[in-house]
């Protein structure tokens, strides 16, 4: 079955980095395009970034854009977020969710497999 696991969450100060990973299994990872979603207690999920079935197309929010990078080893079915400079507001569950479109969607409901997420807490 399908499995999207994310991990590399945790508790970081202003200014910190951190790479979150995800290792997905159960379907052809190298012919989905992935992306990572954020979800801040009280707020609606939120698009962060997304990378291309083949890695060579990537889209970030403009909250991110010039901090996180994203990126991806289809070999190793896993994709990153390297996230840098990070921020109080970037404070957040982030989960890792697959689509077959082949444009740049934000909106969660074109995603079809998510993973439970991992927490990212920005002290200041």
């Known amino acids: 079955q399908v499995q999207v696991v994310e991990s590399g969450g945790g508790l970081v100060q202003a200014g910190d980095s951190l790479r979150l990973s995800c290792v997905a299994s159960?379907?052809?990872?190298?012919?989905?395009?992935l992306a990572w979603f954020r979800q801040a207690p009280g707020k609606e999920r939120e698009f962060v970034s997304r990378i291309s079935s083949s890695g060579q197309s990537t889209a970030y929010a403009d909250a991110v854009k010039g901090r996180f990078t994203i990126s991806r080893e289809n070999a190793k079915n896993t994709v990153y977020l390297q996230m840098a400079s990070l921020k109080p507001e970037d404070t957040a569950v982030y989960y890792c969710?697959?689509?077959?479109?082949?444009?740049?969607?934000?909106?969660?409901?074109?995603?079809?497999?998510w993973g439970q997420g991992t927490p990212v807490t920005v002290s200041s």
């Open positions: 159960g379907f052809s990872f190298s012919n989905y395009a």
């Open positions: 969710a697959t689509t077959r479109a082949t444009i740049i969607v934000t909106d969660p409901r074109y995603y079809n497999y």
